[in-house]
């Protein structure tokens, strides 16, 4: 039931992009790489986090006990 | 009276995500998923958000999004623009639903999402946290803190409003300041009541959808 909502809703917001977005310009390479470049930086701040094994597991564990 | 509490339910659980502008997904390029949208309002923005991998063991990604910006040639995200439209709904649901949409084929992952200055980290929380029966429709919601301490950055910005150049001061948070010991101090399931001690904010796709 939930899945479906969601893919429904998904699916929704999809058709009326392709709507407004029909025969718009497509982005350019070089905007894609500046995109590319941002998402980059701000991953890395957090980068950091996951420096060892035990980190990961120790992160790992905590997510899992607060789902 | 039941009907029409359950109309009501459904109609205020519609609402926020409606908000969204539409989105084109652009692609996924060296990793990144890349959206864009136009906001509209007193000037047409390019906005894009993007979502990119942080670590590849957990699956944890980072979003981000800003305005596209071409200044003389070079083009730059911009995620401290002063030009906004005054539509912070409409971006914040536009990015939820890009969220959503990346959700759909990595049911399994993590979403990381935090606020760059003291002001829009504070102003998402509340957008998460006014909203959380429609996001928790989707999502498991869980805040985070980190053990060090995160420096704040104090940037001067001359702003234009109706025609009237003003000054505004943002605090932007530098985690470049970390150095090299950074540690995630806890992650709980998100409490509305205890978001002003989260620095970060983890989104994954309910077990259940």
Not at chain 1, 17 to 45: D, Y
Not at chain 2, 35 to 42: A, L, N, Q
Not at chain 2, 89 to 111: G, K, Q, R, Y
């Amino acid at each position: 039931m939930g899945a479906k909502q969601l893919r429904d809703l998904v699916e929704n917001q999809i058709e009326k992009s392709t709507n407004f977005w029909a025969g718009r310009p497509k982005m350019t390479i070089q905007e894609l790489e500046a995109v590319e470049k941002f998402a980059k930086e701000k991953s890395k701040l957090f980068e950091k986090v996951f420096d060892s094994p035990e980190k990961i597991d120790k992160i790992n564990k905590m997510q899992n006990s607060a789902l | 009276m039941i009907f029409i509490f359950t109309y009501k339910l459904k109609y205020i659980k519609l609402d926020f995500l409606d908000k969204a502008y539409s989105y084109n997904f652009e692609g996924i390029t060296n990793e990144v998923y890349q959206f864009r949208f136009i906001s509209v309002g007193t000037q047409e923005i390019t906005k894009i958000v993007s979502i990119s991998p942080i670590n590849k063991n957990l699956n944890w990604y980072s979003v981000g999004f800003g305005n596209l910006e071409n200044h003389e040639n070079t083009i730059s995200v911009n995620d401290l623009a002063e030009i906004n439209n005054n539509d912070y709904d409409e971006v914040l649901a536009t990015v939820f639903m890009c969220i959503l949409h990346f959700f759909i084929s990595n049911p399994n992952h993590t979403i990381l999402f935090f606020g760059n200055t003291l002001h829009k980290h504070r102003l998402y929380k509340q957008k998460i946290s006014s909203n959380i029966i429609i996001l928790k429709q989707y999502l498991e919601i869980s805040g985070g803190k980190i053990e060090q301490e995160i420096k704040i950055i104090e940037k001067r910005q001359t702003i234009t409003r109706k025609g009237k150049e003003h000054e505004r001061t943002i605090r932007e948070k530098d985690l470049t300041s970390f150095g090299n010991s950074v540690e995630i101090k806890s992650i709980e399931k998100y409490n509305m009541s205890k978001t002003s001690d989260y620095q970060f904010v983890l989104f994954k796709l309910k077990k259940d959808l």
